[in-house]
DNA sequence: CTGAAAGCGCTAACAC
DNA sequence: GTGTTAGCGCTTTCAG
């Protein structure tokens, strides 16, 4: 059926349809200027032929037909990035762009060493997970002049847009409900300290919250493990027995907060009597405990659709804010 | 420090380092034929143009220089697979590759209509999930003449290499397990009937192995809806609405059966005693339950890495087998 | 409505 | 060790 490689191109269908290469071209792009007649015949040529069409040759070709995007979460086994993930990728798909992701592991090195590699794409765009990143990733996305979304944590000063929520706010807010509560003697449990920037914006807001009460962080206890179960079921464990009396444990996130119910659950612990549990972020599993968990709901698939739309209203000159606020929901629940 | 675009390229970089772009390529792709003089001139002259190369020319060029490796999961919100795509990434990211990922909402529509977008990127290779795919996907990949690994069902007629594991098996493991800890009547709650080959597998393994030992499957109920906790729930609920006098269900995935054990709690069903709850997956949720989940673990990262390595074998022409199998654990865990 | 020419930035092949 | 030539498949521009 074709020729060189099994891969017909352009000039092939372009022979066999007894047209030029251009009008084939715009046959197969959709465009306009030429008859029914043309058209039909080079659709069918092409369809003969298997033609694949060859679009690194049309983004070099244009220099603004790429529809590529590349996107950075901090972990790529997140039960919420999934969620953001899945956002971005179902609106920039439909619109017929593609996605290549990345993983930072919450470094700003690795984070730089990928958007090194995905700029060389020339993609039509970059979408990144936070808002701290190496002088050298920025210096590379301002040179590169393409729309770039910050997402998740949000920044003032965005490197071009930024779309989510304020996580100190987040722990700020969990700060005061649970004063107004009654609680008094708060502890905290994460893990990744170093790394996870955005971890300790909320840790950051949650104290400043407390101190403001008058009330301030009993105690906390940051693993150097994934923010999973198992941390939060051996996080409290650890707190705990230093013996602290605290009557309400704020966690990383809503995994570790289930694994110190269950740990609480393992040891007769009685939530919320006996001591609050409270997470962040808002997984599906949290609102089918016995007890709905306190937490505070992050809307990440609409994260995503949103940091995807942000995207494209660039790229296609339409007005846009260069700041989106996406605001979570504090759940009260039942474990607080 | 450029011109045109603020982009250097390696003429600029040439001219200015006083060489030829042959020269310059040579030594940004760290060849070999120059001097180390030219070699520093070179690089500092890159360096200060700020120079970054254009990836989409060199694959165009060069045929056989594309780093791009697609690949497409069902959800992009499943733990499962967030994990497989982490293990992906990892292996190939660190050889150099780029992961363009896609979702095909267990669709072969969809996933055709994917497979059609990313080979037009002429990637080096294509990792799918599952054995089912329309015919036209087959037809493209075929044709693409480039390494495909099918991963997580595994086929042994794959369209190039498998890696995973039989679920058909997976569900007879569970039923046989569960008549020999004398389990007699035995459900099943799943979700996505018609969509879910993969899910459809489990069941079929599991009922041909509870018929085998002379007590076939009572009772199911397959919603259509994500498979997540809500479904689990819901769907235990119903099911056992129906008076069936179940002693164990089997369900879809781990989430599903962690709902399930929810509405045990919430029921006052004792588990295992009233009924056995089995899931499927392998969860970290699953095992810091107060009981831990009887559940089949499946290696999720494993399976990533090695479609990963074995697409790269492939494509450096070292040998490989076509098949690769990658065996989940059965875990009895205590709540069945 | 259609076509011809030029060129995107890089690499392969070959010459020196 | 280094340079020259050609060309990848497409789109842009300009002519008709």
């Known amino acids: 059926m074709s020729d060189r490689k099994g891969k017909a191109n352009l000039e092939d269908i372009a022979r066999q349809a007894g047209v030029s290469k251009m009008t084939v071209s715009r046959v197969l792009r959709g465009g306009t200027g030429f008859s029914d007649d043309t058209r039909d015949r080079v659709m069918a040529t092409a369809r003969q032929l298997g033609y694949v069409p060859n679009r690194l040759a049309a983004a ?8 590529l995007v590349g996107m950075c979460v901090p972990r790529l086994t997140s039960g919420l990035f999934g969620h953001v993930l899945d956002g971005v990728d ?6 017929g762009y593609q996605v290549m992701i990345g993983a930072n592991n919450h470094s700003t090195e690795e984070e730089e060493a990928w958007v090194r590699q995905v700029i060389s794409w020339r993609p039509a765009g970059v979408i990144l997970s936070g808002r701290s990143h190496s002088p050298g990733t920025v210096d590379l996305l301002r040179n590169a002049g393409m729309p770039v979304v ?23 807010e969990i700060g005061q409900f649970l004063l107004r509560r009654g609680r008094r003697r708060a502890g905290y449990v994460g893990a990744l300290a170093r790394a996870d920037v955005m971890g300790q914006s909320r840790l950051d807001g949650f104290q400043a919250a407390l101190s403001g009460g008058g009330h301030p962080l009993v105690g906390k206890e940051v693993l150097s493990d994934t923010p999973g179960f198992y941390a939060g079921y051996y996080g409290l464990e650890t707190l705990l027995a230093r013996n602290l009396h605290l009557d309400v444990v704020y966690f990383h996130n809503d995994e570790m907060a289930i694994g110190g119910l269950a740990y609480c659950q393992a040891r007769g612990i009685r939530v919320p009597e006996d001591l609050g549990i409270v997470g962040w972020g ?19 698939t609409a994260i995503g659709k949103a940091a995807a ?13 260069d700041v989106t606020v996406i605001p979570t929901r504090l759940v009260p629940g039942e474990t607080a």
Chains 1, 2 share one sequence.
């Open 60 to 67: 070099f070709g244009s220099d603004a037909a790429s529809t």
């Open 90 to 95: 179902r609106a920039l798909s439909r619109l």
């Open 150 to 172: 910050e997402i998740w944590d949000l920044t003032t000063s965005p490197i071009d847009m930024s779309v989510g929520f304020s996580h100190h706010d987040c722990g700020a």
């Open 282 to 300: 808002g997984m599906e599993a949290a609102s089918v405990l016995p007890k709905r968990l306190t937490t505070t709901v992050v809307p990440t």
């Open 309 to 321: 739309e942000a995207l494209v209203a660039r790229l296609r000159g339409e007005p846009g804010a």
